[in-house]
C-alpha cells in the first residue's frame, strides 16, 4: 500500500487493510509468534493493556519494541526491580530557584510515552506496581495535588516473569484486571529458533518500516467500536461470564464484570481485522482465553489436581456451546 492517506481514515476496508499491514511488518522483526502478535494487535485497536508472561529471553521486549516503529509511537522502556520507587514511574515535583524565588515544578517520568514496557512488572514491589494503576485504567497520573493527563493512544505492554521464579511478587488482582489480556509467550520451535538466531546474529538485520501512526490508530478504534454485536452474540458472552460464578470446584473467585467489557471489545476487533462487520460466536470464543485465564482465581483444588485457568475456560465454552 502506498503512503498513508489520512483523507480515507473513516474507510472501514481500507483501515482493516492497514493494520492488515502493520501485522505482517511486525512479523518482520518476530520469528514465530504468530497468534501473540494477533492478539497484541487486537488489544492495541482496543486501547487494552497487555500482560505478557514467559520465561526471560523470549523476545517480549523486542516485539513492544518492534510494535512502536511500525505505529510510529513514542515508546518508554521501565525496567521493574525491588527498589524502584513509584516517583521513578510516574515523576516528581522538584524544586526550582528563579529570580522570584523557589517553586514547584513537575518533572515527568517515563510513563509519559504513547507505548509503555514495565519490563518484568512482577519483580517490583507492589507499592511500585500500584503507580501504574491510575495510569492504565484512567491514563492520568496524580503527583500531589495536581492531575496530568497522559497522550493519546497510551497503553502498557507489561512482561512477567511465571511466578514460580525466584524475586517475584504476585500482580494484586486488581492490578491484574486492569490488563485486558494475558497471553502467554511459550518457547519457540527448533524451526523457530534457527530463524531467531539467524535474525538476531545476522550481519543485516530487517528494516522496519512505520505503517500507522497515532492519529490512524485512534480512527480504527472508533471504527472498532462502531461494529455491531447481534443479540444472540451478546447473551453467549454474558453467559460465558457468568459461567464464571456459578459453582465450581476449580474456580474460587469468577471474572469480573471488565470481563464482558474486554470480551466485547476483543471480539469486535477480531471481526474488524478478519474484514467483517458483525461479531460472532468464534471471535468470543477466541478472544475468551486472553480475557478470562488472568481474571478467574482457581481453587486449592485445580492447582493440586495440575488444572489451569485455559482448561477452566474450555470447559465452560464447551458447556454454553451455541446452538446454531
Do not use: W
Amino acid at each position: 500500500m502506498s503512503e498513508l492517506d489520512k483523507s480515507r481514515l473513516q474507510d472501514v476496508t481500507y483501515v482493516s487493510q492497514l493494520v492488515a499491514e502493520c501485522e505482517q511488518e511486525i512479523q518482520k522483526g518476530i520469528i514465530g509468534q504468530k497468534e501473540i502478535v494477533h492478539q497484541v494487535i487486537l488489544a492495541i485497536l482496543t486501547g487494552g493493556n497487555v500482560l505478557l508472561e514467559g520465561m526471560p529471553g523470549l523476545g517480549k521486549t523486542r516485539l513492544v519494541s518492534t510494535i512502536s516503529k511500525v505505529f510510529d509511537l513514542s515508546f518508554k522502556r521501565i525496567q521493574f526491580t525491588p527498589d524502584l520507587m513509584p516517583s521513578d514511574v510516574t515523576g516528581t515535583n522538584i524544586i526550582v530557584k528563579n529570580e522570584q524565588g523557589s517553586s514547584f515544578s513537575f518533572e515527568k517520568g517515563p510513563i509519559f510515552a504513547n507505548l509503555i514496557l514495565a519490563d518484568e512488572i512482577n519483580r517490583a514491589t507492589p507499592k511500585t506496581q500500584s503507580a501504574l494503576l491510575e495510569a492504565m485504567q484512567e491514563h492520568t497520573v496524580t503527583v500531589g495535588n495536581d492531575s496530568h493527563k497522559l497522550e493519546e493512544p497510551f497503553l502498557v505492554l507489561a512482561t512477567q516473569n511465571p511466578i514460580e521464579n525466584e524475586g517475584t511478587y504476585p500482580l494484586p488482582e486488581a492490578q491484574l484486571d486492569r490488563f485486558m489480556f494475558k497471553i502467554l509467550v511459550k518457547f519457540p520451535t527448533k524451526e523457530e529458533l534457527k530463524g531467531i538466531v539467524n535474525l538476531t546474529e545476522g550481519s543485516n538485520p530487517p528494516v522496519i518500516e512505520k505503517k500507522m501512526d497515532g492519529e490512524s490508530l485512534l480512527a480504527a478504534r472508533e471504527l472498532v467500536n462502531q461494529i455491531p454485536i447481534a443479540d444472540a452474540v451478546m447473551d453467549y458472552l454474558l453467559d460465558i461470564v457468568m459461567e464464571t460464578h456459578a459453582t465450581n470446584p476449580y474456580i474460587r473467585e469468577g471474572a469480573s464484570p471488565r470481563a464482558a467489557q474486554a470480551l466485547i471489545r476483543a471480539a469486535k476487533a477480531k471481526a474488524f481485522l478478519d474484514g467483517r462487520y458483525n461479531v460472532s460466536f468464534r471471535d468470543v470464543e477466541e478472544a475468551a482465553y486472553p480475557v478470562l485465564r488472568h481474571r478467574i482465581i482457581a481453587s486449592f483444588e485445580a492447582i493440586s489436581e495440575g488444572v489451569n485457568e485455559d482448561t477452566i475456560i474450555a470447559q465452560i465454552l464447551a458447556s454454553k456451546k451455541p446452538k446454531v
